[in-house]
Every structure is written in C-alpha cells, then in structure tokens.
C-alpha cells in the first residue's frame, strides 16, 4: 500500500460544485501539503499544516480551503469549483528534520467542465 | 520576485551521459532539491544538496555553487526509464520549497 493515499483519483464536475480531495498518509509525519501541477508550470503550494493545530495558506489558496482532521489526515475543498480549478492535485508529507524531502500521493485529477 | 530556471526539453540517447541545469534566484537558501516524475505519477525526491559541490549517488550526482545561484543534475548511462521530467526546487529562507517548472527528458535509442 501507498504512504501516502489520495482519493479520488480522477474527477470530473460542473462549475459551481463543491468537491473535497482526502489525503491519508502513514509515514507518521507532521507536516502535510497540498500542490497543483499545472502544464509548463512548477508545483505551486495551496496550502500547509505542520501539525493537526496548524494550517497555513501558499501561494494559491484563494478558492480553496482545507481541513486536518488527524495526524494522519488533510483534505483539500474547492467550494464552489471553477473551470481553472482543472489540474493534477498532489497531498505530500514530509518530516520535520528534512523537511524538503517530500512523500508524494499519486496525484487527483480534477477537471471542472 | 524568486525565480528557478530549467531547460524545459532535453533529448539524449540511452548509454551517454545528460546534464540537466538549473539556476534559481531566491530569497535565502537553505538547500537544493531535485525529483523526478514520470508522466502521470508523482515526484520522488533524488537529491538534495545544501553544501557547494559534487553529491553522487551511483548513476546520478547534483552538483550546486550557491555563489553562481546554479546546480546540474547529471545521469550517466541513461537508460530508457530515466525518460522523465526532472524538477528543481530551492527551499528558501523561510523554509518554503520554491519548484521549477520541470525539465522533461526524451532518451532515444
């Protein structure tokens, strides 16, 4: 099994639709991710928590909004989806010493029609 | 504003040897990272070099000179798995990986 587990992993919805992306992971790591990975463009960070008190926003969080419900688990919504919403979605771990190595899901692609 | 530049295409042949670039400018330094991804999967991280100099890990070595703000990825030996797109990130003062936007490599017999 993954270490870190995305679901879905593909999904198709409507303008307007509120959609949730879960991420679970059993490295037994604090710090938790969520990217997009746009075509020609590096990951951009939505947002981040480095524990199950903490939740802070990246890059790109406007239009998103997320939820550390465990240690083990973040998830990503998009409330009301919109068209440019549409990109791979990767949830990543990491530990707290090296911090830069990341533990990727295998990605959820949303595309909002 | 920070910037991590990479070649957007390589082509090589399977056998020879490949040095993929990159220069970042960032605020702070506090190590530089590179993955790979295959198409349709995930990163997973190759390197990390946070010192000036040589880090090798048999078929692949990043080297990095924080005063020119450079690195390179070398692949020896290529193989047709290495046909990958290779990401640089910089993690920066604080703390934040900053990603470039991917080099794709296309390794021909």
């Known amino acids: 099994d993954a270490d870190v587990t995305q679901t879905p992993r593909n999904r198709i919805t409507k303008t307007g639709k509120r959609i949730m992306l879960e991420c679970s992971q059993t490295k037994g790591h604090d710090r938790m991710y969520w990217y997009r990975q746009d075509p020609g463009l590096g990951l951009r960070l939505i947002y981040y928590?480095?524990?199950?008190?903490?939740?802070n926003k990246g890059e790109i969080s406007d239009g998103y909004s997320v939820s550390r419900q465990a240690q083990a688990k973040f998830s990503l919504s998009l409330e009301s989806a919109i068209p440019n919403q549409t990109a791979l979605y990767f949830c990543?771990?990491?530990?707290?010493?090296?911090?830069?190595?990341?533990?990727f899901g295998e990605g959820s692609r949303l595309t909002v029609l | 504003g920070q910037n991590i530049d990479q070649p957007t295409e390589m082509t090589a042949t399977e056998g020879a040897i490949v040095q993929i670039n990159c220069t970042y400018q960032?605020?702070?330094?506090?190590?530089l990272f590179w993955y790979q991804q295959h198409a349709g999967e995930a990163p997973t991280f190759l390197s990390y070099?946070?010192l000036d100099g040589l880090e090798e890990k048999g078929r692949f070595s990043s080297f990095l000179s924080r005063s020119k703000g450079y690195s390179y990825l070398l692949l020896k030996e290529l193989q047709m798995k290495d046909s990958a797109s290779y990401l640089c990130a910089v993690m920066d003062s604080n703390y934040q990986l900053i990603w470039g936007a991917g080099t794709k490599l296309i390794i021909k017999p």
């Open positions: 960032t605020s702070g330094f506090n190590g």
């Open positions: 990543a771990t990491s530990g707290n010493i090296d911090a830069g190595e990341l533990f």
């Open positions: 070099n946070v």
């Open positions: 928590s480095f524990d199950v008190k903490d939740i």
